[in-house]
T-cell receptor
Framework: SQTIHQWPATLVQPVGSPLSLECTVEGTSNPNLYWYRQAAGRGLQLLFYSVGIGQISSEVPQNLSASRPQDRQFILSSKKLLLSDSGFYLC????????????FGPGTRLTVT | AQSVTQLDSHVSVSEGTPVLLRCNYSSSYSPSLFWYVQHPNKGLQLLLKYTSAATLVKGINGFEAEFKKSETSFHLTKPSAHMSDAAEYFCVVSDRQAGTALIFGKGTTLSVSS
């Protein structure tokens, strides 16, 4: 069966510091991968998605970036965090070619102070 | 463009009474629709999905939803609420033009009282 991991689970970072969040998927190959951000009372916002290694599409222009160095690894980064980057970050995967449902990781709670 | 509207931001029910969470969608083609549930500080769990097969879809934990094309609705129901059903529920439509990403409603918070 497939499993998706995210770490860290929680993170408190000062404004201006860098960020690296990691997501890995086990038990499948060549998944589509997604990063979402959930801010309080605003639902989920798609940040990035990837259909393969090194292929990243950005949905929202901002100071975040994403990379996919390996087939089942997806990383969300920032060089300098802003207060507005605070939120709950969720990684998700989907089996390419299947129906459209996605499966979510446990999330990372980021607080920028 | 695809979109979903969850008609209630908060629904309160008593344990043992029926649950109705309302969702309307907008799509330029036959959509795939989903309901996800999120407990506090947890990831999202897929409750059920509609992908153009049967219009009445049964999911986990006794939930079901009915796809009504004429009403562009996909309401979530459960005959009898349980305390453990208290959570945030999201109605979701697939966006086939954006790498099959999902478009989320703003969520409905379900409270269940004893």
């Amino acid at each position: 069966s497939q499993t998706i991991h995210q770490w860290p689970a929680t993170l408190v970072q000062p404004v201006g510091s860098p960020l690296s969040l990691e997501c890995t998927v086990e038990g499948t190959s060549n998944p589509n991968l997604y990063w979402y951000r959930q801010a309080a009372g605003r639902g989920l916002q798609l940040l990035f998605y990837s259909v393969g290694i090194g292929q990243i599409s950005s949905e929202v222009p901002q100071n975040l970036s994403a990379s996919r160095p390996q087939d089942r690894q997806f990383i969300l980064s920032s060089k300098k965090l802003l207060l507005s980057d605070s939120g709950f970050y969720l990684c998700a995967w989907r089996l390419a070619g299947s129906s459209y449902e996605q499966y979510f990781g446990p999330g990372t709670r980021l607080t920028v102070t | 463009a695809q979109s979903v509207t969850q008609l209630d931001s908060h629904v309160s029910v008593s344990e043992g009474t029926p649950v109705l969470l309302r969702c309307n969608y907008s799509s330029s083609y036959s959509p795939s629709l989903f309901w996800y549930v999120q407990h506090p500080n947890k990831g999202l769990q897929l409750l059920l999905k509609y992908t153009s097969a049967a219009t009445l879809v049964k999911g986990i934990n006794g939930f079901e939803a009915e796809f009504k094309k004429s009403e562009t609705s996909f309401h979530l129901t459960k005959p009898s609420a349980h305390m453990s059903d208290a959570a945030e529920y999201f109605c979701v439509v697939s966006d086939r033009q954006a790498g099959t990403a999902l478009i989320f409603g703003k969520g409905t918070t379900l409270s269940v009282s004893s």
